[in-house]
């Protein structure tokens, strides 16, 4: 009875059916149990169970990998706040938007929305950069350089379908010259290199009303059908797909052994007068 007594709170926490379910251990004590903990939790086990000194210094990484998925959280979070006010129709979409910056309590829930969009692009960007820069593409890396390609083309293409939703004429004018380009891709385009070779005898497959940009804008010009489909890609598919490609992407960096480390030239020897 006296040692239950003198147990700390974290030892008794520690010993609870709710802790046992989660990280399925005892409190970690020693390096071993603790990487235990963190490879039997349901929610830690994609975090690595040991991390490099490298992959904790911000002159190296400048933790722009985090700082991209705590503004996609972030993201996420006010683009919830901002569905329950906003209405994706042309009679509404504009009216609401002034409503939320003037009369809805914490409208600047847009705000925060808007800049942390801008942010995440930018951040993203100077992700990719450093990955290059530090040669973290390269093998066994290469699948995971991949990988973020992707969700840098994701992360471009939120920015761009949010980008239609106030419903102003920045906008409407914006995804009009986009979406103008977009009839330029090879093969989906019906002005791109190769449309012209997708038919069948006299019957062209890619025309004006099947091309990516009819796809896209869902008619011939920006109107009520494009403002949906903007917001249903914006809300809820291409979120969906980008946690799906982010999950992958960490799931990936703990496989490859975390973070690459820089560049090593310990092992390299100058060549000698003989040799040159």
């Known amino acids: 009875m006296a040692e239950k007594e003198n147990k700390s709170i974290l030892e008794k926490m520690g010993e ?4 046992k379910s989660i990280i399925r251990s005892g409190v970690p004590r020693t390096r071993r149990q603790r990487m235990h903990a ?7 086990h ?17 933790c722009m990998g985090g700082l991209s998925f705590f503004l996609f959280v972030n993201l996420t979070i006010t683009g919830i706040l901002l569905m329950f006010y906003y209405r994706p129709s042309v009679e509404y979409a504009f009216t609401d938007i002034i409503d939320l910056a003037e009369q809805v309590p914490l409208g600047i829930m847009r705000e925060l929305h808007r800049w942390a969009a801008h942010s995440m692009v930018l ?27 992707i969700l840098m083309t994701l992360t471009m293409l939120l920015s761009f379908t949010g980008y239609l939703l106030p419903w102003d004429q920045l906008a409407i004018w914006a995804v009009t010259v986009g979406s103008n380009m977009a009839r330029a891709t090879q093969f989906l385009g019906n002005e791109g290199p190769g449309a012209a070779l997708l038919a069948i005898g006299d019957i062209n497959l890619v025309h004006v009303g099947s091309d990516v940009r009819f796809a896209l804008l869902g008619g011939r010009f920006v109107g009520e059908a494009t403002l949906l489909r903007f917001y249903v890609l914006h809300c809820i598919a291409i979120p969906f797909v980008a946690m799906i490609f982010m999950a992958v992407h960490f799931w990936r960096i703990r496989k490859d052994g975390g973070i690459s480390g820089p ?12 040799e040159v």
């Open 16 to 19: 609870s059916q709710v802790w």
């Open 38 to 44: 963190i490879l039997g939790s349901v929610f830690l």
């Open 46 to 62: 994609l975090h690595p169970a040991r991390l490099p000194k490298h992959a904790v210094k911000v002159g190296y990484t400048w």
């Open 123 to 149: 951040i993203v960007w100077l992700h990719m950069v450093r990955v290059f820069m530090t040669g973290s593409y390269k093998p066994p890396r290469e699948f995971n350089w991949g990988v973020g390609v």
């Open 263 to 274: 560049v090593s030239y310990t092992h390299l020897t100058l060549p000698t007068n003989r």
